[in-house]
């Protein structure tokens, strides 16, 4: 009996010892990876930020409002962001990598899953960041042509059209991380209607003047000047 | 040849039936139909009356006008005009026109024609605007004349204009250009102009052609082109300068044809530009009134209401471009009551360097840039006219020369803004 249980304990302590050796090299190969992977997140950031640096990544990111959000969260700068941002990424790519390598059941499943979702969020940001771009730039460009024109309430226009292109990119980036998808649909579908609507009775109603004016200037801009009955002066 | 790829197979097998010309004349077309004809018919008989031994040519650029513009131009006859019978065509006078490839823009059909004169070994050519319907016989020597005998490379006009026309030029173009490049050119922006063989290839040569001063303001970027080459410049008096281009009442394109170029050009030009502390008279060829003075119904609260509004409205946009200390006396302007207000010389050349600047950055897009600075004009416009209600056509001239030493005394500063010192 003791006998019995004596090599009972000597195959089991045996067979620990045979599991943590064959362990240990897992364990190995992921510190390793780890490390490795540090490493190479810690240059890949170096060489992006040296990028971003050299195509004036902050003057585009302030161009499209980014630096202006990111100052009052205080945050640091949209350079050192991203390639922040891209050396955790990396890194954590790295990581799970490593741990595939123990061979524990179940958790390579969701290190799948992350390797599958990691394009879908640089698309997603990639989206965001060109959407406040654009968001930016035809905003500009609509306060300018309203100014330009004498049309009334540019910045309300403006600011319209900011929001339309953020709503539109926001629906893009969500569509793209797949998250809430149908409430995101629904919400945005209402919100559109609501909006369009809106602006169909206020333009209809309250804007008679401005769309007689608008339309004139578009289609018949020989009648308005004879109205006027002024010499035109020529800039050139 | 490099250039040939610019020229059709049509306008090629065009050129090639003329062979070679002394003299070539172009005019650059797109729907221009209500006009050309009859400024063809002046150009034939200008040609023929002063230039009866030389080999000539006009040729005609079109951009697809769908007006029958060229069908004009071709039959366009020295009998249709009324010239003189002291007119004898001692020479084929040819006249071709073609279409170039592309959109339709002023820099490609003006391409089209150097690289023409290019091919046909002309030494002397000029570019007449098929809307200028106030041209003479005589436009045509006052601006051949002088390059065909080989003592300038580059003529450009003047004209006689109400003091209250090409406000534009007068309050920013001229004296930008003069402070920028040193150079009393006063028609920077001209619809008419003569220049020498050597002169045309030269402009071929320059890189403008890869960018937007290619397609739209290739008239200023030519003179531009031609003082940066230190080519043999003068001015001459043509006539009054017609206005029948709806473009030209279209500020915000006028300021992207004039002002984007000119703020474009300051980029590879720097070292010159940099360089120069005064500015040097261009000889004047002939001399005429210049300034007429017949009363104007003119809207001047609607400028000022719009100078008003620009401020308000773009003040975001204004410090992205301007210095705080800019912004805050525009706003203190802008706050004023009519007969108060005056965007005086200093403040104005102070923007328009900061905007300059701001150009050079690409603080935000450069055209947005350029769009922004209407409002602002026209609130100098405003002043302009204010000032000058009662002025005679010397004293304007007398105003618009005390606006230039302002801007070459504070071109310092531009200087400073470029190299980032402020």
């Known amino acids: 009996m003791r006998e019995m249980i004596v090599n009972e304990l000597t195959q089991a302590t045996q067979e620990l010892i045979r599991e943590f050796a064959r362990f240990l090299p897992r364990l190995l190969v992921m510190l390793i990876v780890v490390l490795v992977g540090w490493m190479i997140a810690y240059l890949l950031k170096w060489i992006l930020r040296s990028i971003l640096r050299l195509v004036k990544f902050d003057k585009l990111s302030e161009g499209a409002g980014a630096t202006q959000l990111l100052n009052k969260a205080a945050l640091p700068s949209s350079t050192e962001l991203v390639s922040r941002f891209a050396f955790w990424i990396a890194w954590l790519g790295f990581v799970l990598l490593g741990v595939s390598a123990l061979g524990i059941l179940g958790l390579e499943e969701y290190v799948t899953r992350f390797f599958v979702f990691l394009p879908r969020l640089v698309v997603a940001l990639f989206f965001l960041f060109f959407g406040l771009l654009a968001a930016s730039f035809f905003s500009r460009a609509a306060l300018l042509w309203a100014v330009n024109t004498d049309m009334p309430s540019p910045r309300l226009l403006s600011s319209a059209v900011r929001v339309l292109i953020t709503i539109f990119t926001a629906s893009a980036v969500f569509e793209e991380l797949g998250l809430a998808d149908s409430t995101m649909l629904l919400a945005f579908a209402i919100f559109m209607g609501a909006v369009m609507l809106g602006l169909a009775i206020a333009f209809g109603i309250g804007g008679q003047h401005l769309a007689r004016r608008f339309l004139e200037a578009r289609f018949a801009p020989e009648k308005k000047e004879a109205k006027e009955g002024e010499d035109e002066l020529s800039p050139l | ?422």
């Open chain 2, 1 to 422: 040849m490099a250039e040939e790829s610019v020229l059709t197979d049509e306008f090629l097998r065009q050129l090639i039936n003329v062979g070679e010309a002394d003299i070539l004349v172009g005019v650059p077309t797109y729907n221009n139909a209500a006009t050309v004809g009859q400024v063809v018919q002046t150009i034939r008989a200008g040609l023929l009356k002063f230039f009866p031994r030389e080999r000539a040519v006009i040729v005609n650029a079109d951009g697809g006008s769908r007006d029958q513009t060229p069908d004009l131009v071709r039959g366009a006859s020295i009998n249709d005009a009324q010239v003189s019978s002291d007119i004898h065509a001692l020479r084929t006078l040819h006249c071709i026109s073609a279409e170039y490839p592309g959109e339709p823009a002023t820099g490609t059909a003006l391409r089209t024609i150097l690289a023409s004169a290019d091919l046909l070994r002309a030494s002397a050519c000029a570019v007449v605007s098929p809307e200028s319907t106030t041209i003479e016989p005589d436009w045509i020597e006052r601006l051949l004349r002088p390059v065909y005998q080989g003592k300038f490379d580059f003529v450009t006009p003047l004209y006689r204009r109400h003091k209250f026309d090409g406000l534009l030029i007068r309050n920013l173009v001229y004296p930008m250009t003069r402070a920028f490049y040193g150079k009393r050119v006063k028609e920077p922006y001209a619809s008419e102009f003569a220049f020498s063989g050597q002169l045309g290839n030269h402009f071929l040569g320059q890189e403008i052609w890869a960018h937007e001063a290619g397609r739209t303001g290739t008239e200023i970027s030519l003179t531009i082109s031609a003082i940066a080459g230190g080519f043999r410049l003068a001015q001459t008096f043509l006539g009054t300068k017609p206005h029948l281009d709806a473009r030209s009442a279209d500020l915000v394109a006028a300021m992207r044809q004039t002002v984007g170029a000119l703020f474009w050009s300051l980029e590879p030009n720097f070292q010159l530009w940099s360089a120069h502390a005064d500015s040097q008279t261009v000889p004047t060829l002939a001399a005429g009134e210049e300034v007429t003075l017949e009363p104007l119904r003119i809207n001047r609260k609607r400028l000022l209401g719009m100078f008003h509004s620009g401020v308000a409205q773009l003040e975001p946009v204004l410090k992205q471009i301007l210095s705080p200390p800019t912004v805050s006396e525009l706003q203190r302007i802008a706050a004023l009551e009519e007969d108060e207000f005056s965007y005086g010389d200093e403040l104005w050349a102070r923007t328009v360097y900061e905007f300059a600047a701001s150009y050079h950055k690409s603080v935000i897009s450069r055209d947005h840039i350029v769009q922004a600075l209407a409002p602002l004009y026209r609130g100098r416009a405003f002043t302009f006219l204010v000032e000058n209600r009662e002025s005679s056509g010397e004293e304007v001239e007398q105003n618009v020369e005390k606006f230039c030493l302002t801007c070459e005394r504070l071109k310092p500063s531009l200087v400073e803004l470029w190299n980032g010192k402020k």
